[in-house]
């Protein structure tokens, strides 16, 4: 416990032991000792006495003075850090040789640490040794912890890889949250209320200034994305870095290459839409990739990669389409539609690029603006002339159906090509957005078979689960149940247990909505398989227990919530379907 004290001259309990064993008369002995040893002032000693009268132990007030000492030392220590004189550093190492040796002492501790940690350089012997024993390393500031980290990636890989996979669990939490809802998604919070996550706080704190430990995370999540494929530790490389941004963190913002164009993506993100402005200011700094700098791009694309950013570029590509249409424009012709499509085309190209080490933008096939844009925007021409058709007067409509086949080149495409895809999902949630039953019915089966699977993702499933909230009456038909469920829904969820678990989320929402034929039906078939996760079984226990309740008690009709969407009442026309039941 009082190791150290001989290297400073100081005696300890062994002295102590020593001096009792060896002397004649004890009494005296102690006195010397205490004199020697107990606080060195002369005025003190006829004080003493005093203190004995009240019945004050010697040792309680030693340890008071000690306490009370020790703070103003550790006040000392920061001013003198903080203090503008030249030779601040050389006291603050002069006391750290006199006191280090007590480090292990607990009493004295808190001022070794104290000192340690305002040493913009700890001397490399006392820092190994700090590195050596893990009782000491635990309890040093991170301050001292960066300086060991910046030269031993192996230890801050350790400290880091725990942090990494509580934010990757977190996010896809998030996916297969409860809440179902249009309003409250996965993309509902803002860049700086996410940016105030433990996770990011923490890597931000762990790096403080320090470019090298920066660069230390960032290769660890270029490496985890290599590994996974898993498009969250793109966010996390976006989020650290504007959380360093909000922080004024300038020794790293000022060196990091995407710091301008993260900065302006992030304020497209907060707004959920890239402006004309702020798209000419992001091709600017893709332009402005100099010869010689085209890792960079690796980077950049990452941060596209970033799903919010990317749920950002869709959005804006669906909005620059509506008004393409509403100009009859083709996609060809919109300046602003090319760069988006070239921003989607990097993110969805990250993992590619970063795997194959070729720094070069993908080149966008031609084709998806001339081809595949040209069909979706048909499929709008479509439902739009069968709306208006719909409502004129009976004498002058013709024998128009609403048409259930899609273009060719819709669907090839929806399969062939990464970028078009993930437009022709978005534009799958922006019908949904609408209540557009019809149009729904007729692209849900198309994306059966896409591009990597693109529509079983956690992402997609988990907004157009949100989506079909705004359907919740729709659910009373026997059509558009065969559509959601057997026609896409069920295709996959065998083979796919994020799917499965998916379906179960919405029908706990929805269940009270669904025609009891198909949910009966249902039921059976999503039966939880022998081998399968917790969260699944968990999922179809609520479920089951959900409608075991509703049968014993059901509620009367006018209880379901509005949409379930936590909106007050609205008003929606009403679409012919199949009645639903009473519940």
Request: proline share 6%; hydrophobic share 40%.
């Amino acid at each position: 416990m009082f190791a150290g004290l001989p290297e400073l001259g100081i005696a300890n309990g062994e002295d102590l032991k020593e001096t009792l064993t060896n002397c004649t008369e004890p009494l005296k002995a102690i006195d010397q000792f205490q004199m020697e040893n107990g606080i060195l002032l002369p005025t003190l000693q006829s004080a003493l006495p005093f203190l004995d009268l009240h019945g004050t132990p010697r040792l309680e007030f030693h340890q008071s003075v000690f306490d009370e000492l020790r703070d103003k030392l550790m006040e000392q220590v920061a001013v003198i850090a903080e203090g503008k004189e030249e030779d601040r550093y050389g006291k603050l190492e002069e006391l750290l040789e006199k006191s280090f040796p007590l480090v292990k002492m607990p009493s004295i501790q808190p001022v070794v640490m104290q000192v340690l940690k305002h040493l913009p350089k700890v001397p490399e012997k006392k820092l190994k040794m700090v590195m050596a024993d893990k009782e000491l390393y635990k309890v040093c500031a991170v301050e001292v912890k960066r300086q060991i980290w910046q030269d031993n990636q192996a230890l801050f890989g350790d400290e880091v890889s725990p942090l990494l996979k509580q934010y990757i669990v977190e996010k896809e939490a998030a996916l297969f949250s409860s809440d179902l809802s249009i309003l409250h998604n996965f993309f509902s919070l803002t860049p700086k209320t996410r940016r105030q996550g433990e996770v990011v706080l923490k890597l931000t704190q762990m790096i403080g200034k320090n470019v090298k430990l920066y660069d230390m995370v960032l290769q660890f999540l270029r490496t985890l994305f290599l590994r996974t494929r898993n498009v969250h530790y793109c966010t996390l490389r976006a989020e650290l870095l504007m959380s360093l941004h909000d922080l004024d963190i300038s020794e790293i913002c000022s060196v990091d290459p995407c710091h301008k164009f993260t900065w302006c993506l992030d304020a497209c993100i907060r707004e959920k839409f890239v402006d004309g402005k702020r798209a000419r200011e992001l091709q600017g700094f893709l332009d402005g990739v100099k010869k010689g700098q085209e890792q960079v791009l690796g980077d950049l694309s990452m941060i596209l990669c970033d799903p919010f950013a990317c749920n950002t570029l869709v959005l804006s590509i669906i909005r620059n389409i509506q008004e393409l249409l509403s100009q009859d424009a083709l996609p060809r012709d919109s300046p602003d539609l090319l760069l988006l499509l070239r921003m989607l085309s990097l993110g969805q190209g990250a993992w590619d690029m970063i795997d194959s080490q070729v720094f070069k933008e993908p080149c966008l096939d031609l084709e998806v603006v001339t081809r595949f844009l040209p069909a979706m925007m048909s499929v709008v021409v479509d439902d739009h002339t069968f709306t208006v058709e719909q409502k004129l007067p009976s004498e002058e409509k013709s024998s128009l159906t609403y048409p259930t086949t899609l273009p060719d080149a819709f669907t090839r495409y929806l399969q062939d090509n990464r970028v078009a895809c993930e437009m022709g999902l978005y534009y799958v949630l922006h019908i949904a957005k609408l209540r557009n039953k019809n149009a729904l019915q007729r692209l849900l089966p198309a994306l059966v078979e896409t591009y990597n699977d693109m529509a079983f993702g956690d992402i997609f499933l988990h907004l157009l689960t949100g989506h079909l909230t705004l359907l919740s009456d729709e659910f009373g038909s026997e059509e558009f149940c065969t559509v959601v469920f057997d026609s896409f829904l069920l295709t996959s969820f065998s083979s796919k247990e994020n799917v499965h678990r998916h379906i179960l989320r919405m029908l706990l929402h929805l269940h009270h909505k669904v025609l009891p034929s198909c949910l009966e039906a249902l039921m059976q078939t999503l039966e939880p398989p022998k081998q399968c996760s917790e969260p699944l079984k968990e999922l179809h226990s609520q479920l089951t227990e959900k409608l075991e309740a509703q049968k014993k008690s059901p509620a009367p009709p006018d209880e379901s919530s509005s949409l379930d969407l936590g909106l007050h009442p609205v008003t929606v026309p009403t679409t012919t379907s199949v009645p639903t039941t009473p519940h």
